[in-house]
């Protein structure tokens, strides 16, 4: 049976390059990256080039890159290292209601240790404008956190124009973006936009898994989360994972032109919504204005998600019904939103990459005109 791998946002394949340098690292360039002999001193060679590669990915220099275990671990990191320094400034933070559960999740344990959070929601166009999010800030407000691609729905929110806004409004805080579901697909531009934070994942553009990085400003102090022999400016101590730091590494180096990407996505994009027309009584889209063309959330009110997954896999289509770190979970994104309970119980996300091909969607939409009328048949 053809596979049609649909489910990008969660993971990706691993690239060519980044399978090939992992490998090397592990049987050839194999030493700890702090050891002073030949090995060692190879190994480090290895990881300068990888920060290299992502700090150019990221629109950063390269000493403002640290690595960490992914996307979770940096994300943390900058929200709860950064609240640790700028808790005597003021307690107050401003994010948003769809942000990814490391995220999320990090801002509750900061309201448990007193911290006012508040969580701005997009309009019903999916839209949060910089002039909404600087309007939360106040004088006490010490730490803005704004994803820049909705990891669920698409949505792409304004950071180049939020930076500023921001720092209008509260100059002490300090500003992150959860850049995950951005990277590798949309031209980074960390140091341009004036950041001070950002985090990005391997494995969401075909690197390994269990590795990450945040950019960190020059200047800005954090608090680490991880105590030991200092490794990584002190921030992420523990022996540095060189095989997938160094994929990492060969991962961004192998990131095509965005305009390419963007090229692919819109078509395809354009390609599964022809092809679902005949459902158009059956299927609610979920797309936010200029929202991301990679990412496509849709509903089919009276189905449950986990029904059509399955139903979808046994055809060999792979997609997900939202964040894979809510492991099935009604999505909270989509909650957040206002969206009808019946539409939230029965959404799929739909994710490409650059290796998705016309034959995988026309295998989706096959497989979903097929599930409309089976599965409603059968509930009848």
């Given at each position: 049976m053809r596979h049609a791998y649909l489910?990008?946002?969660?993971?990706?394949?691993?690239?060519?390059?980044?399978?090939?340098?992992?490998?090397?690292?592990?049987?050839?360039?194999?030493?700890?990256?702090?050891?002073?002999?030949?090995?060692?001193?190879?190994?480090?060679?290895?990881?300068?080039l990888a920060r290299r590669e992502v700090a150019r990915l990221l629109g950063a220099d390269t000493e403002e890159v640290i690595f960490t275990s992914g996307g979770t671990e940096g994300n943390n990191l900058a929200v709860l290292g950064g609240a640790a320094v700028k808790a005597r400034q003021g307690r107050h933070a401003v994010t948003t209601a769809v942000e990814h559960s490391s995220v999320s999740a990090a801002f509750s344990q900061l309201e448990k240790e007193g911290w006012?959070?508040?969580?701005?929601v997009p309009d019903s166009r999916g839209i949060l404008t910089a002039q909404a999010i600087a309007a939360a800030c106040r004088d006490d407000t010490t730490l803005v956190s704004i994803m820049t691609v909705n990891n669920e729905t698409g949505a792409r929110f304004p950071i180049a124009e939020t930076v500023p806004a921001v720092r209008r409004a509260a100059p002490r805080a300090l500003i992150h973006t959860d850049a995950v579901q951005a990277?590798?697909?949309?031209?980074?531009?960390?140091?341009?936009?004036?950041?001070?934070?950002?985090?990005?994942?391997?494995?969401?553009?075909?690197?390994?898994?269990?590795?990450?990085a945040l950019y960190i400003?020059?200047?800005?102090?954090?608090?680490?989360?991880?105590?030991?022999?200092?490794?990584?400016?002190?921030?992420?101590?523990?022996?540095?994972?060189?095989?997938?730091i160094?994929?990492?590494?060969?991962?961004?180096?192998?990131?095509?032109?965005?305009?390419?990407?963007?090229?692919?996505?819109?078509?395809?994009?354009?390609?599964?919504?022809?092809?679902?027309?005949?459902?158009?009584?059956?299927?609610?889209?979920?797309?936010?204005?200029?929202?991301?063309?990679?990412?496509?959330?849709?509903?089919?009110?009276g189905l449950k998600s986990e029904t059509l997954l399955h139903f979808l896999a046994e055809r060999g289509v792979y997609v997900s019904s939202g964040s894979a770190?809510?492991?099935?979970?009604k999505s909270p994104v989509l909650t957040a939103l206002g969206l009808d309970p019946a539409e939230v119980d029965s959404a799929l996300r739909i994710s490409f990459s650059r290796y998705t091909v016309p034959e995988d969607v026309d295998q989706l939409a096959s497989a979903l005109l097929l599930a409309s009328e089976t599965l409603v048949r059968r509930r009848v």
């Open positions: 489910d990008n946002s969660a993971t990706t394949v691993t690239c060519p390059e980044a399978v090939q340098k992992a490998v090397e690292l592990m049987t050839r360039c194999y030493g700890n990256p702090s050891s002073l002999h030949t090995l060692g001193i190879d190994a480090e060679k290895e990881l300068n006012e959070v508040t969580r701005l990277a590798g697909k949309l031209p980074l531009k960390a140091a341009r936009w004036g950041l001070d934070l950002m985090t990005a994942s391997s494995h969401k553009l075909h690197g390994p898994k269990g590795c990450g400003r020059k200047g800005i102090r954090l608090l680490p989360r991880m105590l030991g022999g200092g490794q990584e400016k002190g921030l992420r101590s523990g022996t540095e994972p060189m095989p997938a160094a994929a990492f590494g060969a991962a961004a180096a192998a990131v095509p032109d965005f305009e390419e990407q963007g090229t692919l996505y819109r078509g395809l994009r354009t390609r599964l919504l022809e092809q679902l027309r005949p459902l158009e009584n059956k299927v609610v889209f979920h797309l936010p204005e200029e929202g991301v063309p990679y990412i496509v959330n849709l509903s089919m009110p770190c809510s492991k099935g979970k």
